[in-house]
């Protein structure tokens, strides 16, 4: 008797996505750590000097986490209520926080008691930060207002009523001190300078503002808000460059790596998106489980860290490149063993001894080759086979009907059995690599359960459902017949016209000849 051949699998090229510098580099990084903080994560804020630890804001509380513990390592919790958008200073020596009742603290990095805390505001103070001289502080609160105090003395310096709404995101400059920004729900992000009494610039985003960040090099100014990430000329006097709708949901977090030359926009649709700064096209995602509201790259890009509106903090690491190489290096002895010898020749005097080959069935071959037709279509239905390699699933399918065996392996099948197989058809049908074969699957299954049409509203609506799926691939089949005659009558034209320009120049070139014999 010949042995059992296993099931050909026919092998179908993917379009997977194109690999590209910026996929190997952005997906580097290890399986995400998570921390589970209080409350949602509304700031998260690296410190600019070595060891880079990160300061986290949720709920009444300001975490500090070193780069790799997942523990803080320092709290202050000295706040009556909520807690928003603890920033460092560019020594990493002082942190500044908003409160929901309106006061700002500063801390010292070393203590835990505030340092100063300066008063003024009415409501909520959503967004603070330094100015770049390291001895001002910006705010902006829920009163509609912003303002800049003095640290030294802890007083209010000037205040700014020209928002129409909360006032929940600002930056400053880095290049200016007396220069910052803020965006306001009010649609509008203004730009303000220490040295005047009012706004010297208003952008118009066209959304309430979640989010602003200025370039390094202070020319260029990106705002987020709704589905929208625009970018802003600050020395055009604020002429749009270029407007990015990439997110299904308000963008509520803006990023920059280390070099400038990739902005990462985070979002409620759980997504963050990497554009390119000189094209703004985007080159990399990453999806995560909920909602996103803030968002942090590390310098030198080590550690991507991201804060979810249930209160998980999702940190990625990057893979040391030193273990890459102590892999590879392992791993060679291992393989010149193992290909030791592949390519010895035989002499005529050796004795060749061939080792048996085993061959491993899967299930489903195991109940081919015992004849048990229905069985084997069943281990092909189950879940795992039928999502994740559905050519598997059809390739059975195909190898029962060479044999005969496929009528009487669809027949006989309860209610459930049945809506299973017609979902499959109906997902399937119109893959063109399948359609060949599920068609007469769907032809057997009318004509098996024709009687019992009627008798099963479950079974029905799936016939339903397979029905109007062959009906809409007709519809684009014939779409697409008529978008192929248009096309054809195109190019037809085109080679006439093609032809007749040669004709020309032939005619042409035989009359001057002959113009030339006659006058010779």
């Known amino acids: 008797m010949a042995s059992y051949k296993p099931v050909a699998i026919p092998a179908v090229p993917k379009l997977g996505e194109k690999i590209t510098q910026d996929t190997l580099y952005w997906s580097g990084y290890k399986t995400p750590v998570q921390i589970k903080e209080f409350g949602a994560i509304n700031k998260i804020d690296f410190s600019p000097v070595p060891p880079y630890n990160y300061a986290v804001t949720a709920s009444s509380r300001v975490h500090i986490y070193g780069r790799y513990s997942q523990e803080p390592i320092r709290t202050f919790s000295r706040f009556k209520d909520a807690a928003y958008c603890a920033t460092y200073r560019d020594d990493g020596k002082l942190l500044v926080a908003g409160s929901e009742e309106g006061s700002i603290r500063l801390f010292d990095i070393s203590g ?43 007083a209010e310096i000037v205040s700014y009523s020209e928002h ?98 990739r902005l990462l926009s985070g979002s409620l649709d759980r997504h963050v998106k990497i554009y390119s700064t000189t094209s703004y096209k985007v080159v990399h995602s990453f999806n995560y489980a909920t909602s996103i509201l803030s968002l942090a790259l590390s310098p030198e890009d080590e550690t991507i860290i991201v804060g979810m509106t249930n209160g998980v903090l999702n940190v990625k690491h990057r893979k040391p490149e030193e273990s890459k190489e102590k892999s590879q290096k392992k791993r060679q002895p291992a393989y010149r063993t193992h290909v030791k010898g592949r390519n010895y020749m035989p002499k005529q005097e050796d004795f060749y001894v061939s080792k048996p080959v085993r061959c491993i069935l899967k299930k489903y071959d195991k109940l081919l080759k015992s004849f048990q037709s229905s069985k084997a279509l069943d281990a092909v239905l189950e879940p795992h086979i039928r999502h994740y390699t559905p050519e598997v699933t059809v390739a059975v399918m195909q190898e029962l009907n060479r044999r005969g065996t496929l009528r009487s392996a669809l027949a006989g099948r309860d209610e459930k059995q049945i809506s299973l197989l017609l979902t499959f058809v109906t997902r ?39 029905q109007e799926a062959i009906g809409r691939e007709i519809d684009y089949q014939e779409e697409l017949l008529e978008v192929l005659g248009m096309m054809d009558a195109l190019f037809a034209t085109l080679t006439e016209k093609r032809a007749t320009y040669l004709e020309e120049n032939e005619n042409n070139g035989l009359t001057k000849t002959l113009d030339r014999d006659i006058s010779t």
């Open 112 to 154: 835990r008691a505030p340092l100063r805390q300066f008063d003024g505001h009415t409501k909520a103070v959503h967004v603070v930060g330094f100015l770049s001289d390291k001895y001002r502080i910006f705010s902006g609160g829920d009163d509609y207002s912003s303002r800049l105090w003095d640290i030294p003395s802890a």
């Open 428 to 466: 399937r049908v119109v893959e063109p690599r399948f359609t060949p074969v599920l068609i007469t699957v769907a032809e057997m299954i009318t004509d098996i359960y024709q009687p019992v049409v009627g008798q099963s509203a479950l079974v029905d609506k799936q016939f339903l459902r397979l």
């Open 164 to 261: 129409s709404d909360y006032v929940r995101c600002g930056c400053a400059s880095k290049l200016n001190g007396d220069v910052f920004i803020t965006g306001s729900y009010d649609h509008t992000v203004k730009v303000f300078d220490a040295r005047t009494k009012s706004s010297v610039m208003t952008i118009e985003h066209g959304h309430p503002v979640e989010s602003v960040l200025l370039f390094p090099s202070g020319g260029l100014l990106v705002s987020a808000g709704g589905r929208y990430v625009k970018v802003w000329d600050v020395l055009k006097g604020g002429q749009l460059l270029v407007s990015l709708k990439n997110h299904h949901k308000t963008v509520t977090c803006l990023c920059l790596n280390s070099s400038g030359q």
